[in-house]
């Protein structure tokens, strides 16, 4: 016996289609309610998994457009910091030039600068210098009376550069007027000092080599010059300006030589003491630059030839007469030698003849017998190294400042960094546009540091070291705005990709939407319309029953 209910054709007709109604109503107020019209695989498979592919590579993108934005922040942080370099190499260019502007109006100090940081040697006597305890060097100058003096100064175990500079300063001020002072800069290079742009002299003697000085950071200024009696010995003399100039040389009668007088006659000094005697035909006179072979010119002594004949052949020598010229001042009847070039740091003078050969004129200073060139015997040669120094106090502050520029630029450097990444010391950024890492741009940085640049610690001790500042810093400042100019451009291709990427993500976001959003509107309208018919639905189903209801009512 069943107990299934059975109902009309009509009223199944009815009922399944209220049923299907219910369904799509309840499809229809999920899109609404998700505002998807493909919220499962189940919907559309093909439309589901292609924006789900689509909102993926977005998502992708998305985070890859964060690291662009930090990629920008890097290349920001660098770029100021190049727009600040900018400003601290141009101010060291000014400090140059003002430096070359100093040098130019001014005779400057006679000064030996040294070049090598002794700041953190405790003891002079070590190995690495080589100097003995107890060795000794004498310093030569001129007093106010124009009468030579010297002072001998002892290197003693222990001794640094400090307590060196300090034994020159006091033997020059407890025993003199205070001519020759010494000091260690804040570089910690020695800096010997003469008052009032006098010249002075420096003697290793029996002690103190050529590599000693040099190892003291003097190297510069020294040579081991010939002492005309067949020995040598490391010495210089420090001259003030670009020029040195001989005394006034006089003949016997006491008037004042003339260009044309024979060099192979006898002269006197005021004093009326042989300066100029014993010179014969074949004996030689040299003058080499930055002691260079390739810069000597060697005059020949012949028969008749006179004082212009020795300056000629400096002027019309190829190979020295780029860098220093020669002349004759016939009023005061002394003959000059200048440095016409910056690469000019010294000139050597060297006379070879017979014995007894004197040649003594003084240069270095006009009015003092310190620095003699008097040969004892045949064949032993003398010469003389003259150091220029075109320097001064003012030209060292300078220095200072341009070395504090150094240190500032080298703290920009170090505080240029945004998130460990630092452009300006070297390291790279590299920034990646699509979600494979196919795509991308790599920025090299560089070492902006003053090494980096080649802006050296410098002491503007003469023409040559700023004119070598001078180029460092164009140098350095051709690099630094190149640097900018290729920041720029890196920044510039960023910022279009990240705006690209956003466009991409966009686009993508809105394909995805095409898919699977649904269009309010129109789900709107749907549901009023099933509505409708499930409102009709519901009445046709009653109308149905109706027809059975009139049986019952037979009985």
């Given amino acids: 016996m069943s ?33 998807l019209k493909v919220n499962s ?3 559309n498979p093909q439309n589901f998994f292609a924006s789900q592919s689509l909102n993926n590579r977005a998502s992708d993108l998305n985070r890859l457009l964060d690291g662009i934005g930090q990629s920008i922040r890097a290349i920001e942080a660098a770029d100021k910091g190049i727009s600040a370099l900018t400003k601290l190499v141009e101010q060291a260019d000014s400090v140059v030039q003002s430096a070359r502007d100093l040098l130019a109006a001014s005779e400057g100090q006679a000064r030996a600068v040294g070049n090598v940081d002794l700041s953190n040697v405790t003891d002079l006597t070590v190995a690495a210098i080589g100097i003995a305890d107890g060795d000794q060097f004498t310093i030569n100058t001129v007093g ?37 002072s010494a000091e260690v800069t804040k570089e910690g290079y020695l800096n010997i000092n003469s008052k ?17 000085f040099q190892a003291l950071g003097l190297g510069n200024f020294f040579s081991d010059e010939e002492d005309g009696a067949g020995g040598t010995q490391a010495a210089a003399t420090i001259v003030a300006g670009d020029t040195i100039t001989s005394r006034s040389i006089y003949e016997a009668d006491g008037d004042l030589i003339e260009a044309g007088d024979l060099i192979t006659g006898t002269y006197q000094d005021v004093d009326g003491t042989n300066i100029v005697d014993g010179l014969q035909a074949g004996d030689t006179i040299a003058f080499a630059v930055n002691d260079a072979a390739a810069s000597t010119v060697t005059y020949t002594i012949a028969a008749g030839d006179t004082f212009q004949d020795v300056i000629d052949s400096i002027n019309s020598s190829t190979a020295v007469n780029d860098l220093i010229e020669a002349s004759f001042d016939a009023k005061n009847g002394q003959i000059s030698i200048k440095s016409i070039s910056g690469d000019t740091d010294n000139v050597e003078i060297r006379v070879d003849g017979a014995a007894a050969t004197t040649f003594n004129v003084g240069f270095g200073y006009d009015s003092a017998n310190f620095d003699p060139l008097a040969q004892t015997g045949a064949g032993n040669a003398q010469d003389r190294l003259y150091a220029f120094s075109t320097s001064s106090s003012a030209v060292e502050s300078l220095a ?43 920025v090299n940085g560089g070492d902006f540091s003053s090494g980096g640049l080649g802006l050296t610690a410098t002491t503007f ?64 309208a749907n549901l009023l319309a099933l509505q409708t018919r499930q409102q009709l639905g519901v009445t046709s189903l009653s109308l149905a029953s109706q027809s059975q209801q009139s049986v019952l009512r037979l009985f």
């Fill in 41 to 43: 695989a189940l919907d």
């Fill in 144 to 180: 106010d009376d124009g009468l030579a003096i010297t002072e001998t100064i002892t290197v003693n175990t222990g001794d640094t550069a400090e307590s060196l500079a300090a034994k020159i300063q006091n033997a020059f001020a407890d025993n003199q007027d205070e001519e020759i």
């Fill in 400 to 442: 200072s400042d341009y070395n504090e520029i150094r240190n500032q630029i080298d703290r920009l450097v170090i505080d240029a960094s945004y998130r460990g990444t630092n452009l300006l010391k070297s390291d790279n950024l590299t920034t990646f546009f699509n979600e494979d890492r196919t795509s991308s741009l790599t």
């Fill in 461 to 524: 001790a003469n023409s040559t070291i700023v004119e070598e500042a001078s180029a460092a810093v164009r140098d350095a400042l051709t690099s630094v705005r190149s640097f900018g100019s290729s920041l720029a451009n890196s920044l510039s291709i960023i910022q279009t990709r990240r705006d690209f990427t956003e466009q991409t993500i966009n686009t993508l976001e809105a394909g995805a939407d095409d898919l699977t959003v649904a269009d309010q509107n129109e789900e709107g």
């Fill in 3 to 35: 107990s299934d209910v059975v109902l009309s054709g009509a009223l199944r007709s009815n009922l399944l289609s209220l049923q299907n109604t219910q369904r799509n109503i309840d499809v229809t107020q999920l899109r609404l309610a998700t505002g």
């Fill in 196 to 212: 009032d742009g006098r010249s002075f002299r420096i003697e290793g003697g029996a002690d103190v080599t050529l590599a000693e």
